[in-house]
């Protein structure tokens, strides 16, 4: 239980279906000093009272369980060392593989508890699929699509059926003080939400070259190549402009030569996607399907292969900002809620048609090690 | 149907077994009848009519009361909110008055000292110097006599606890506290733990400051003294109407300290006798734990130690996981330290007798008074090896997977 308004309606609503429930909210701030004063994320202790006084009006026992060693070295350390090697890593993701269903339910299993419950936005049925939510623009099953099959067989997602606006509202007939609680958007270890000042915190300044895609100009100066993400067009700070006066973007980022790249929107469209440590329900591939990029990003419809250690999409139309470290999620569009077939976790990205409008699409001024070196996504990685 | 820990271990009842006595303690019920007499009264002791008058009269007998059983007069009696404000008091307000630059502790002190003594250090500049303990919890005597000889005229007041609220130690504070008096140094002891459990004499004790609280021993919560000598300075930490010999200003909380009064003559009249019993129950519980899980081991001092207390490590487990394990069958008891945010923090305590870090995790208290019986340990018998052994299973996910 975060302290926030989905937890404590899934908690409700588990313990309404007759289930023996117990709340657990989770400390994952190595030094809880520091965020006891942040409005923002999901470990403050403000959060921890919010959760508390859910689970009272619950009428469920409620503990705090201390995760943070695990958290820091799973997530926080995992995303550091991600963007370090140039990837752009979903800590969300990481936090729900490695921690809500692994450590905390090995934990309860191991303690006598059948499932871990939450207040993810997902479908997770009598049939065993995981389902988008009713409510697509809070879905989480991007999220929750690393999940194996033991996960997902001792997890339960009670908030699938119903649409955010419902679960405000069922929490407000429950008495729940958080049913107006604003959502958390940002990371949550990340109290201030400014993830290049974090990163630059613990990896240090390190100046490098911004370099033009089509000519190798260097264009300007950065001062870490983890301050940049695929696809960000402000902040660039270029001196020169383009030629054709039209904007640039970032293309990708070479940790080796700790280079950010630049080129015009075009540049950033990709249709090769290759993944790697696929976690596949057993749909035979290659099959057609629907492959979500990022989290909360437009599906595209692909060709999916999974062979033993990776995975290969093949795009039918070209996707932009494409980053590896993310998630690659494959559906299976359904009346009842789109299916996820699996995932895996973006390595390379790779264009291998010009898109129209493109020039010199083909062309890779930077060196192919480099152009096919990791790309990272549009954007901060957003929390889901 | 989800089952959890409560309904897959196939307990249909939930048995009642509070083994906390030492987080609070039930109300005597002379001290709520008290309480409730009083509370129906009107009166603010410092108004000077007839309804003044008579709250007065009774903060006063009240004020005898708690001096008489304790060794003190009245006039060293300052009612305070409990505990935690008796503590401050006495370690900021001495230190403030004294004008002096060191300050000497226990490294076992409750929160209420520790926090206020390092506060001292690292907001008043003062120089503190943490008494360490042996294995068994217990304060050196030689060593604080080596650290009155080597600093003694720069310290401005000294702070160890009677008794250990986590693993039960009783500290030899007759002998400490005559080197301090020795010296000319206050000597505060915290006895919050101690009133009622062991005898208790300010006077008898030599000690400058004695704090005591209310809800330890059969009193309300929210009231408690500091029992101060009254030759000691001490600047008060809030100023207002000047009650309390203008060391604690604040209206009097007339019902109270009636009922705190109460319960402390109570607790102190009755002590010897609650003390052989809750002690035979208390050894009872040690050796039946003892018998259950082999290699528990038994903290603090196993003869110099409060009646009520027995506290455990458990290898292999973590003191938290217990602790939910055996709450889920209705068996109350307590982790020794909590921070607010409720994490379970491995015991200062503990840490300080020199164990380490998993073994000071998988630390459990539990702590009888005057309303346990042998049904009490029965439940927590008929608990705790399933608890340890699922507790033992849950340590596992720190393990690499």
New interface residues.
């Given amino acids: 239980m975060s302290g926030g308004v989905d937890s404590a309606v899934a908690a409700a609503r ?1 313990k309404h279906a ?5 709340g657990v ?1 989770l ?1 994952l701030a190595r030094n ?1 000093q520091t965020y006891r004063t942040g409005a923002r994320g999901c470990c403050t ?1 403000e959060d ?1 009272r919010d959760a ?1 006084r859910a689970a009272d009006v619950i009428g469920i ?1 409620f ?4 995760m ?1 060693e ?1 958290f820091h070295e799973d997530v926080v350390d995992d995303f550091v060392a991600e963007y370090a090697a140039g990837r752009t890593p979903n800590p969300c993701l990481r936090c729900n593989e490695k921690i809500k269903f ?2 905390v339910l ?2 309860a299993v ?6 871990v419950v939450t207040g993810h936005h997902a479908r997770l049925g009598a049939d065993g699929l995981l389902r988008r939510s009713v409510d697509l623009a809070k879905d989480q099953s991007y999220v929750l699509a690393v999940l194996t099959r033991a996960q997902l067989d001792r997890a ?1 997602f009670p908030l699938g059926d119903s649409t955010k606006a419902q679960v405000r509202a069922e929490a407000a007939e429950r008495g729940l003080a958080v049913a107006d609680k604003p959502d958390s958007h940002d990371i949550c270890f990340i109290a201030d939400g400014d993830t290049r000042g974090f990163l630059a915190s613990r990896l240090g300044e390190a100046p490098g070259d911004i370099v033009d895609a089509h000519s190798g100009a260097v264009l300007g100066q950065h001062q870490g190549a983890f301050g940049y993400t695929v696809g960000q067009r402000k902040g660039l700070d270029l001196r020169v402009p383009a030629s054709d006066g039209r904007p640039r973007y970032v293309l990708s980022i070479t940790p080796k030569t700790n280079t950010v790249t630049v080129g015009p929107r075009e540049d950033l469209a990709v249709d090769i996607v290759t993944a790697t440590r696929p976690i596949w329900h057993g749909e035979p591939t290659p099959t057609e399907c629907e492959v979500q990029l990022r989290a909360h990003g437009e599906v595209a419809r692909a060709e999916v292969t999974v062979d033993g250690d990776g995975l290969t999409a093949r795009l039918h139309t070209p996707a932009r900002g494409v980053a590896a470290g993310q998630a690659i999620v494959a559906y299976r569009p359904d009346p009842a809620g789109d299916i996820v077939l699996g995932s895996a976790t973006i390595a390379l990205s790779e264009r291998t048609t010009a898109e129209p409008g493109a020039t010199a699409a083909d062309s890779d001024p930077v060196g192919s090690a480099d152009r096919s070196g990791l790309v990272r996504a549009a954007g901060a990685p957003s929390r889901a | ?9 196939g307990i249909s009842f939930r048995v009642m077994a509070y083994l906390d006595h030492a987080a609070t303690t039930p109300m005597l019920a002379e001290a709520l009848d008290a309480y409730v007499a009083a509370a129906r009264q009107i009166g603010n002791p410092s108004s000077l009519h007839a309804d003044g008058r008579c709250a007065r009269r009774q903060v006063e007998e009240s004020r005898e009361r708690v001096a008489a059983v304790l060794g003190a007069r009245p006039s060293e009696v300052i009612f305070t909110s409990g505990g935690t404000e008796s503590d401050n008091l006495a370690t900021k307000g001495i230190f403030w008055a004294r004008g002096l630059p060191r300050v000497v502790a226990s490294a076992v002190e409750h929160h209420a000292v520790l926090d206020s003594v390092d506060w001292l250090g690292s907001h008043e500049q003062a120089t503190v110097d943490w008494l360490p303990v042996d294995d068994l919890g217990r304060v050196s005597v030689p060593g604080f006599a080596e650290l009155l000889a080597a600093h003694g005229p720069e310290i401005a007041v000294v702070s160890v606890q009677w008794a250990n609220n986590e693993v039960g130690t009783v500290q030899p504070i007759a002998e400490l506290a005559a080197l301090a008096a020795q010296a000319g140094i206050p000597f505060h002891t915290d006895a919050v733990q101690a009133v009622g459990q062991v005898p208790v004499d300010f006077a008898g004790s030599g000690v400058a400051a004695l704090t005591v609280s209310g809800h330890k021993l059969g009193g309300p919560v929210g009231v408690g003294a500091l029992l101060l000598g009254r030759d000691v300075a001490c600047t008060p930490l809030s100023h207002g109407g000047g009650q309390e010999r203008d060391v604690r200003s604040g209206t009097l909380d007339t019902p109270g300290v009636v009922a705190f009064a109460v319960a402390v003559e109570a607790a102190t009249k009755t002590q010897q006798e609650y003390a052989v019993r809750v002690a035979t129950l208390r050894d009872d519980l040690v050796s039946r734990v003892r018998a259950a899980v082999p290699d528990a081991i038994y903290n603090g001092d196993p003869d110099r130690r409060l009646p009520a207390n027995a506290h455990f490590s458990f290898p292999g487990c973590e003191g ?2 217990l602790l ?2 055996l ?2 069958q209705g068996v109350s008891c307590s982790t020794g330290s909590a ?6 923090q491995p015991s200062h305590v503990l840490l300080a007798m020199g164990a380490n870090d998993d073994r000071a995790r998988s630390s459990l208290r539990f702590t009888l008074g005057h309303t346990s019986t042998e049904a009490d340990v029965d439940a927590l018998l008929a608990a705790l090896p399933g608890a340890v052994e ?2 033992r ?6 393990t690499p ?1």
Avoid: E, I, Q
């Fill in positions: 588990a007759g289930h023996d429930v117990t909210h400390a809880p202790l921890s508390r026992p503990y705090v369980w201390d943070a695990k692994a450590a090995d934990r191991a303690l006598g508890f059948d499932a339960c | 149907m989800r089952a959890g820990p409560f309904g897959a271990l938290d996981a939910l394990l709450d889920a921070c607010s945010a409720g994490v379970a699922r507790a299973r849950a340590t596992a996910w720190k997977r």
